[in-house]
């Protein structure tokens, strides 16, 4: 089925998303960084559920943040919010890749009545920094930012260019993979396309939560949760294995695959999402 635009407009933003059709309760979708809605098409072909996968906030169609504004990850769990109030969902499956699964398990510990289900892929919680590393992290944020408008964005003759050199991109990617995020990704200039994303996304963060700060949110999580890993992804090396503890209960998922496996190997990672959806159905 084929996906359908549409927009939220969020505190002087328009937020773009992809939407489908289907039966069930609704899922909310959240991409990882630098990607953007169309990271989930490969699924959405896998399951006939009622689906809205989201451009965060300078990603794909998605508007950027008002010039001058330093924003945190939070802020995308606000927007989160927003978008679930503007649908209408009060209760809702929350899915998360990458830095998506880290602003999900930031909102279902938020907001526990609204998310009955959390599946994460490649992800479980926010990246941290040491409370000890937060006065030089700030410092080569702020280093950054000045330095911003000495810098410009990449430009490609050609779409097959652009396309190449995301396949190089962080865990790696497929041709196949690239060309889907690379077409809502890519925007024409003077001499070519160039990438539509916030330069900002790029900058060092300015301020990260702590490992401690991580552990509260995530166990605050109520909902049943699948954790989808990549054995040839971030999952692979047990990065996740001591948050996982923090966890009453959660269903692990191993999955042959990279950091985008739901872009590259989608049947298996729907049949996995399947069998825990249908089986936590509340």
């Known amino acids: 089925m084929a996906a359908k635009e549409?927009?939220?407009?969020?505190?002087?933003?328009?937020?773009?998303?992809?939407?489908w059709d289907g039966e069930?309760?609704?899922?909310?979708?959240?991409?990882?960084?630098?990607?953007?809605?169309?990271?989930?098409?490969?699924?959405?072909?896998?399951?006939?559920?009622?689906?809205?996968?989201?451009?965060f906030s300078g990603?794909?169609?998605?508007?950027?943040?008002?010039?001058?504004?330093?924003?945190?990850?939070?802020?995308?769990?606000?927007?989160?919010?927003?978008?679930?109030?503007?649908l209408g969902w009060q209760r809702f499956t929350l899915v998360g890749h990458s830095m998506g699964a880290g602003i999900a398990c930031?909102?279902?510990?938020?907001?526990?009545?609204?998310?009955?289900?959390?599946?994460?892929?490649?992800?479980?919680?926010?990246?941290?920094?040491?409370?000890?590393?937060?006065?030089?992290?700030l410092r080569k944020?702020?280093?950054?930012m000045m330095a911003l408008a000495d810098k410009r964005k990449p430009v490609y003759a050609d779409i097959a260019d652009a396309v190449e050199a995301r396949t190089r991109g962080f865990g790696g990617l497929s041709r196949e993979a690239s060309a889907l995020l690379s077409e809502r990704g890519l925007m024409p200039v003077?001499?070519?396309?160039?990438?539509?994303?916030?330069?900002?996304?790029?900058?060092?963060?300015?301020?990260?939560?702590?490992e401690e700060q991580v552990e509260g949110f995530v166990r605050a999580i109520q909902a049943p949760v699948c954790l989808i890993l990549g054995e040839q992804g971030m999952g692979g090396n047990g990065?996740?294995?001591?948050?996982?503890?923090?966890?009453?209960?959660?269903?692990?998922?191993?999955l042959a695959g990279r950091h985008h496996l739901h872009m590259e190997a989608p049947e298996a990672v729907a049949e996995a999402m399947n069998t825990f959806l249908d089986g936590n159905n509340r």
Request: charged share 20%; no cysteine; aromatic share 8%.
């Open 6 to 19: 549409k927009q939220f407009h969020v505190f002087g933003q328009t937020l773009a998303a992809l939407s």
């Open 239 to 254: 990065m996740f294995d001591h948050r996982l503890d923090w966890l009453p209960e959660a269903t692990v998922v191993r």
């Open 190 to 210: 003077n001499d070519g396309w160039t990438w539509r994303a916030d330069s900002r996304l790029r900058l060092t963060s300015s301020l990260r939560l702590t």
């Open 59 to 86: 990603h794909g169609h998605s508007d950027h943040r008002p010039d001058g504004v330093v924003t945190h990850l939070v802020d995308h769990v606000r927007d989160v919010l927003a978008v679930s109030d503007q």
């Open 141 to 144: 944020a702020l280093d950054d």
């Open 106 to 137: 930031l909102f279902a510990a938020a907001f526990p009545d609204r998310v009955s289900r959390l599946v994460l892929i490649e992800g479980l919680g926010p990246p941290s920094t040491p409370g000890k590393d937060v006065a030089s992290t």
């Open 24 to 55: 069930g309760e609704p899922v909310l979708a959240l991409h990882g960084w630098l990607d953007n809605a169309a990271s989930y098409i490969p699924l959405a072909a896998q399951w006939q559920r009622p689906m809205v996968a989201l451009d």
